[in-house]
């Protein structure tokens, strides 16, 4: 009986062992970085025509944030803000410092010609970034490796401490030319999901002693609306329009690479040490019964709202334009909560992630940690959100015009101003999503109240004039 009960405590003191280790040992970070995912467009989210089994089970397992908000309404300054935890605005800012100290450090720029010049600034603008204090290298700092793949505007992961990835540098062979866009927005990285998931595979399978950082940010369901019969049998014979079924049939393939990492992680028992975040980079927007297929030899080049998707979305002010569900979800370790009222941005990310894998969160960042939040706690809760944009669309070019607008957002209303036109709008999102009423002269007491908090927020980021952050 003595040797029965000392077994048996035995066994109870080395689980215990066992579980304090697993308990303390920091987890796996993936980051699931969706490419113009507009917030609607989820089953989780209550979309019935879209089909995504694996971020509804996300969804279904982890805390989600419904009203998570981006920095940008478009990607290469909203990625920024996923790497290094700052707003847009105080990143270019400090690259601003960095490339102009380089320029008078460099012994040639000086002699350069016009091009010259602007294909220096081309890449040392990505090579700014070495100088920041990156995710990956807080957690490089931490014992963490790290690998990059997908959407990546920084030339080489290098650049952004990455121990690995993907985009391994730009052809600049191709600078100047129509085919230099696709380099910048990430090389060979842009082959994750869509050509192969091999890097990933293999990366996981050679740090399965962890603890690793992995960036995935396919460039899905970005354009090109080029999905396999796999994902478009879904949606062809839906009574829904032409464009929708081609944004769809992309939403279901980012999905499905999801999946297949999702699985890949399970088989090498890894779903309990890995702690998954997902965002989008900007809103999208592409309701079911809506067609912005204009013509009937319409691509992404010749016809811009099928390239961008309806104007609530992608490179606009709305709340559609910068809105993202954010997801946290680690097995055995979050319980499961969907969060309807707390106002939370991308900038909360980094300190969030840092705080779960128990690295100090550097002073000076925007946001704050979540992780009371997600544990089931309390945390001061923001009462709005103020946004920046030096773009909006534009009918003749894709890739905007150069503007200066402001936004806030509260828990009911959202409020955009174009400051250089004048342009304001007022609307009550809990009852309009689609921004079809504009209150703008109804509340006069309260739209002066939001320019001011714009003005307060200007004098945060010490921004006393536009500041270009679409590079």
Not at 19 to 41: F, K
């Amino acid at each position: 009986m003595k040797r029965t009960i000392r077994t048996c405590l035995g066994l109870v003191t080395a689980a215990l062992i066992v579980g304090t280790a697993s308990a303390e040992r920091p987890p796996n970070i993936v980051l699931l970085i969706g490419d113009d995912h507009g917030y609607p467009y989820y089953g989780f989210m209550g979309d019935e025509n879209v089909v995504t089994p694996s971020m509804d089970a996300l969804a279904a397992g982890g805390v989600t944030f419904s009203h998570g908000h981006v920095t940008a309404s478009y990607c290469r300054p909203s990625l920024r803000t996923l790497i290094t935890g700052l707003h847009p605005v105080q990143f270019v800012q400090r690259k601003a410092e960095i490339l102009d100290r380089r320029r008078r450090e460099s012994p040639d720029y000086a002699t350069l010609d016009d091009a010259a010049k602007r294909r220096w600034d081309t890449i040392e603008t990505a090579a700014a970034m070495r100088e920041f204090d990156t995710l990956p290298k807080l957690l490089g700092e931490a014992g963490y490796v790290s690998w990059q793949g997908g959407k990546w505007w920084e030339n080489t992961y290098e650049n952004g401490h990455f121990t690995e990835g993907m985009s391994t540098g730009w052809d600049m062979s191709t600078y100047g030319g129509d085919a230099f866009f696709e380099e910048l927005m990430g090389g060979k990285g842009k082959d994750l999901v869509r050509k192969t998931m091999d890097p990933v595979f293999d990366f996981i399978d050679r740090h399965q002693e962890a603890p690793f950082l992995a960036w995935f940010a396919p460039s899905l369901p970005h354009v090109p609306f080029d999905a396999p019969y796999t994902y478009r049998k879904y949606y062809q014979d839906k009574d829904i329009t032409e464009s929708a079924k081609l944004y769809y049939a992309n939403l279901t393939w980012w999905d499905d690479g999801v999946g297949r990492l999702l699985d890949h992680i399970e088989s090498r028992g890894l779903m309990e040490d890995t702690l998954f975040v997902f965002v989008s980079d900007n809103g999208w927007e592409q309701d079911a019964h809506v067609e912005y297929k204009q013509r009937e030899d319409s691509t992404i080049y010749n016809d811009s709202l099928l390239g961008n998707g309806g104007p609530l979305g992608k490179n606009g002010m709305y709340d559609q334009s910068f809105r993202s569900p954010i997801i946290f979800y680690w097995k055995g370790r979050i319980h499961r909560s969907f969060n309807t009222s707390s106002l939370v941005s991308t900038m909360d990310i980094v300190p969030t992630v840092l705080d779960f894998a128990g690295v100090e969160i550097p002073s000076g960042l925007p946001g704050y940690s979540l992780q009371p939040l997600i544990d089931g706690g309390e945390l001061p809760e923001r009462t709005h959100l103020v946004g920046y944009t030096d773009n909006r669309r534009s009918p003749t070019t894709p890739m905007g015009e150069r503007a200066e607008g402001y936004y806030v957002r509260t828990h009911r209303w959202h409020y955009l101003w174009y400051a250089d036109t004048g342009e304001e709008i007022f609307y009550d999102i809990t009852v309009d999503r689609r921004a079809e009423h504009n209150h703008i002269d109804r509340y006069p007491e309260l739209v002066a109240d939001f320019r001011g908090r714009i003005e307060d927020w200007k004098r945060e980021m010490g921004m006393a004039y536009p500041v270009i952050i679409h590079e």
